[in-house]
């Protein structure tokens, strides 16, 4: 047997709790205070689900990074590899078409995709994601990226900035593509082999290399936004005039593509130095149409998710985790055998509102008060024969080293009233 996690896994480990509670509480807060609702969807799908709303060129399938297998039903099953598909599947399948528009969902798990593991690129990772169905408005778009943000700043992060874009309506892309392959095929050779197999199914994706003789043959290259129609340029325009007026900052970024191919007009990222080469902490975008080609009814969508690891990455970079473990309030030590099980009697009794811990073992005072301070107890609770004879505990406030004799029966009230 191997006692080792699977390459591109990790445990998250009691200490770094704290952080990850941090993160889910921010999103908690601005979720809820926008009206999203949370939906959780099952780790995996019929393999058909991602294969219809990723798109037959977009990376997951391109580079075989979705975790597909066949059940002993003979069924073809993946590991979700994003929030969206699944999450539409969803709202689809219990026709939350009918409840008010727009319709907020959000979401947070494990995803999993087989990619290069490096840092913030895992093999099981996690996002929290949302998706705003019903609203082909510009202002839908805004929502969702300012939410992005608000969502970063209430994690504490400071050096955030979101770039935002356009990949334009359908008939654009293709305008773009095209005028990306005719300019790149001739230089084939000297392109990197990814982008060589994407300049053959999905030229766009080119601008996301971040080889430098890629980067070399772009220089001087268009970008999307200079081939929007008139009616994705003026979304483009709204979404950003909404974002000035609500003082989200952000930067247009005209050469935005993004990993998934359900993309439509509006694209964006919310980027965090110093978390090394994969800055992205999230990203989104409109995906109109992607419901109607999962079999329901025509309504658009936007959305995004971030990536919980790399924003875990980027708060720890910016000293920005500020919760604590919880720490008892009370830790009893027992100093003879009989209070071995008097002093657990106790603590069921007080852990009704309170927390509070105990050794399992007889212990002399001093081994006692030690174990009471690795714990970080406010109190330490000292319990033998001559406390047992008059019915009472001797309480030390561990910080000052203050010790008082506490009645059996008046605990539960000292230390509401000392804490
Ligand atoms: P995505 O850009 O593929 O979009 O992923 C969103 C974020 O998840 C990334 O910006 C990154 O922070 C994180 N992420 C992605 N892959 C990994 C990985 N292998 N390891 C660690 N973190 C990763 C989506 O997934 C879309 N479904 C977002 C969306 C929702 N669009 C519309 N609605």
């Not at 601005?30 to 099952?42: K, S």
């Not at 200079?226 to 900052?249: M, N, S």
């Amino acid at each position: 047997m191997r006692s080792q996690a699977v390459k591109g896994t990790h445990d998250i480990l009691p200490d770094e709790q704290p952080a990850w509670r941090q993160l889910a509480e921010a999103a908690a807060v601005e979720f809820g205070r926008a009206g999203a609702r949370q939906l959780t969807t099952p780790v995996f799908e019929y393999s058909e689900v991602f294969e219809k709303s990723v798109g037959a060129s977009a990376d997951l399938v391109v580079q075989k990074e979705m975790y597909s297998f066949e059940d002993r039903g003979g069924r073809r099953l993946t590991l979700r590899p994003e929030f969206t598909a699944g999450v539409l599947r969803a709202f689809i399948e219990h026709g939350m078409h009918t409840l008010p528009t727009p319709v907020k969902l959000w979401s947070a798990g494990p995803l999993f995709r087989a990619e290069n593991v490096q840092r913030g690129r895992y093999r099981q990772f996690h996002q929290l994601n949302l998706e705003i169905i019903g609203l082909s408005q510009a202002l839908a778009d805004a929502e969702a990226v300012q939410l992005l943000y608000a969502i970063l700043r209430r994690c504490g992060l400071a050096r955030v900035h979101m770039r935002v874009g356009s990949v334009g309506d359908p008939e654009d892309r293709a305008a773009y593509n095209a005028y990306l392959r005719q300019a790149l095929e001739p230089h084939q050779a000297e392109l990197s082999e990814t982008s060589r197999e994407r300049l053959r199914l999905n030229p766009m994706r080119v601008l996301d290399s971040k080889a430098e003789q890629d980067q070399a043959l772009l220089a001087g290259l268009k970008r999307p936004v200079d081939f929007l129609g008139e009616a994705a340029r003026a979304h483009l325009d709204e979404v950003t005039g909404h974002l000035r007026d609500w003082q989200v900052p952000f930067e247009i970024d005209p050469g935005i593509v993004r990993g998934l191919d359900y993309y439509r007009r509006t694209a964006f990222e919310a980027h965090a130095q110093g978390i090394g080469a994969q800055s992205a902490l999230g990203g989104g975008g409109r995906y109109d149409g992607l419901i109607e080609n999962l079999g329901g009814p025509p309504l658009p969508g936007v959305g995004w998710a971030l990536g919980s690891e790399r924003v875990l990455d980027a708060m720890a970079q910016e000293r920005a985790v500020h919760a604590d473990e919880p720490r008892p309030l009370l830790f009893l030590v027992p100093l003879d055998e009989p209070a071995v099980a008097e002093v657990a009697r106790m603590a069921v009794r007080l852990r009704r509102g309170r927390h509070v811990e105990h050794a399992y073992v007889r212990r002399n005072p001093g081994k006692g008060l030690r174990d009471a301070d690795r714990s970080g107890a406010v109190f330490a609770g000292l319990r033998g024969d001559t406390e047992r004879s008059r019915g009472v505990l001797q309480l030390k406030r561990l910080a000052t080293g203050e010790q008082t004799e506490v009645a059996e029966d008046e605990l539960a009230r000292f230390l509401d009233e000392h804490a």
